[in-house]
DNA sequence: ACCACAACCTGGCCGC
DNA sequence: TGCGGCCAGGTTGTGG
């Protein structure tokens, strides 16, 4: 599941790689990869441009043109762009490939076919709605917690949600709220000063060290040299059901929030209930009293 | 504005 | 070994 790290990744790879070689031709193995224009006008559009950068908002990744056009790109969970020799061996599952002047080729390879390509006159068009970068220097913590401010219901459909913060998915996510201890069904309105500032620190050092690490391969994500990445090695929580949680040794659980799979140690992530009901029914295994 | 759910897809897994 | 059925999750769209 391709998400900021690992978009960014792959961004810094092609970056290196393509970046002022021009397009001499393009092919459509599926041609519904392409959202935007048609398949005709798309590869059209690109052939014979020169890449001239290659930036990214969220889990998109933006290839400049020297058209001004933009390719746009989304992995979605099993898209790979994976820069290699035209005499290399094919991927599986190839749905798109431009052909480079030095004989090289990017691919767009996805199982799954949910991935898609545009190529338009302005990103604004794709990505006008994204929120705000969370890396970026201008994300400070006023603009973290006035973002949220508006939102309603539990934090972890918001931390998802794109409009809100551009580029968290479902790993990143469950590994912010580990780190800030905070319940992934807490209504955002129930988080305190204190837990807003954690987690909004969380959130950054939880990407940042996805990124500095080049992604988490738990499935099929690879950069942009078909390599593996390294933050499973750093999950805490994510997909590690019944194992230990490193903090306190309890059990970590696969509960389900917002319709999606989630990962928590249910002692250190507690749910903030309004004095109703009474904690005697949930008792800390990490307590003596416990037992 | 919020929530729930279906749709898009296919490989991997489960139970029988 | 084989087959049906379900699950995974980013995003969009529908409907309540």
């Known amino acids: 599941m391709p998400e900021l790290p690992e978009v960014e990744t792959i961004r810094s790879d092609l970056q290196r790689e393509v970046v002022g070689s021009t397009i001499t031709a393009v092919k459509l193995y599926w041609e519904r990869v392409v959202a935007f224009p048609s398949a005709e006008d798309f590869v059209r559009g690109l052939t014979g441009r020169r890449i001239e950068d290659i930036g990214r908002r969220g889990k998109y990744l933006l290839f400049r043109l020297d058209s001004h056009d933009v390719l746009i790109a989304h992995l979605r969970m099993t898209g790979q762009l994976i820069h290699r020799r035209a005499s290399d061996e094919m991927e599986n599952q190839v749905r798109a490939v431009l052909e480079l002047d030095d004989g090289s080729q990017l691919r767009f390879a996805d199982m799954r076919k949910f991935g898609r390509l545009w190529l338009v006159p302005s990103e604004l068009m794709v990505v006008g709605k994204l929120g705000p970068e969370p890396l970026a220097e201008e994300f400070t913590f006023e603009v973290f917690r006035e973002r949220l401010r508006r939102r309603k219901g539990a934090i972890k459909p918001v931390l998802l949600d794109q409009s809100v913060i551009a580029g968290i998915g479902n790993i990143y996510a469950d590994e912010a709220l580990f780190a800030a201890r905070i319940h992934p069904q807490t209504r955002v309105g129930d988080l305190t000063e204190l837990q807003l500032q954690n987690l909004y620190q969380a959130v950054r050092a939880v990407l940042a060290s996805g990124v500095e690490n080049r992604g988490t391969t738990v499935d099929r994500y690879r950069d942009g040299l078909g390599r593996r990445g390294g933050f499973q090695e750093k999950l805490q929580v994510f997909r590690r059901a019944g194992q230990a ?42 307590q003596p009293w416990y037992h």
Do not use: H, N, Y
């Open 245 to 286: 949680c490193p903090v306190c040794q309890g059990r970590i659980q696969r509960i389900v929030v917002g319709g999606r799979g989630t990962f928590i140690c249910p002692s250190c992530q507690r749910l903030a209930v309004s004095s109703q009901k009474d904690e005697f029914d949930d008792p800390d295994p990490t």
